[in-house]
């Protein structure tokens, strides 16, 4: 098991599973680096702490690799404890693969993906120092399913899964001290629908309204319950953490008809949008 102790570092960790997280995890008795973008959202984390632990605040978009460096030396040298990284930032973006052009695609690639991979690679010699310690990487359902309209990010989140499962064994291999867990939350209410980029080919304005609507009434996951979720995943050691009742059963739909689960997993998710 690994012990939850010492510091951790959390991206995308203004809002969301992040800022649960970072709650959750003071209340443990971790002191905490977090990083994102909406440095009044990370204030407002850090003031909900309080003083009872140790929080360094780091502006710091996921996209550029320069600052993830930055993060990772500037975390390291305010914790030297720091034991648990959390690759958790991430973006959406709505449309239809022939309305997304190859900017937004890799713009979304460069922040769900690469940031995870320059993540790992700026803390992990750290973490080796360490005699117990734990990656976290935030994939997704959509790194297990792909519906249409997700092709940027069933991509990505695909590429994290992959990643990540290859670096575990490479680091069991290893017989390293670090271990790592790969997550897939299904709906979890979070804002990430609503703070989405549209597609430069979607002309209907409603769909975007429509996208926000569907995914609220779906999502049934608290960030809070997720958070809890990843901490026991991180405390067992778990390869593979699912957040959800919805994605459970995504996962074992696509076990049983991994090329045609889609048509059931349509209506199964008509009838969650619509709260039946």
């Not at 909900?48 to 996921?62: A, N, P």
């Not at 703070?195 to 569907?214: H, L, P």
């Amino acid at each position: 098991m690994t012990t939850i102790r010492g510091a951790a570092a959390i991206t995308g960790a203004a809002s969301g599973i992040g800022r649960a997280l970072a709650i959750e995890l003071a209340q443990r008795g971790c002191d905490l680096a977090l990083a994102d973008r909406d440095e009044a959202g990370l204030k407002s984390v850090a003031a909900e702490i309080g003083t009872s632990r140790k929080v360094s605040l780091h502006r710091v978009d996921v996209g550029e690799p320069s600052e993830i460096t930055r993060f990772a030396a500037d975390a390291i040298a305010a914790h030297p404890a720091l034991s648990i990284v959390v690759n958790n930032a991430g973006v959406a973006l709505l449309g239809q693969f022939d309305e997304i052009d190859q900017a937004q695609m890799e713009w979304l690639f460069n922040i769900n993906f690469w940031g995870v991979v320059h993540g790992t690679r700026a803390f992990l010699p750290h973490l080796k120092t360490k005699g117990e310690a734990h990656i976290v990487n935030v994939s997704s359902i959509f790194g297990i399913i792909a519906p249409p309209g997700q092709t940027a990010y069933a991509a990505a989140k695909f590429a994290v899964r992959g990643f990540s499962e290859s670096l575990r064994h490479e680091l069991a291999v290893a017989k390293s001290p670090v271990r790592l867990s790969v997550v897939h939350p299904g709906g979890v209410s979070t804002s990430i629908v609503r703070n989405s980029r549209t597609g430069v080919g979607v002309t209907d304005n409603a769909r975007r309204s429509q996208s926000i609507e569907r995914f609220d009434n779906a999502a049934k996951t608290t960030p809070k319950a997720a958070a809890l979720r990843i901490i026991k995943g991180i405390e067992g050691n778990e390869p593979r953490i699912l957040i959800g009742n919805d994605a459970r059963f995504m996962d074992l739909l696509q076990r049983f008809r991994p090329g045609t689960y889609w048509a059931p997993l349509q209506r199964r998710l008509e009838r969650m949008a619509q709260g039946k």
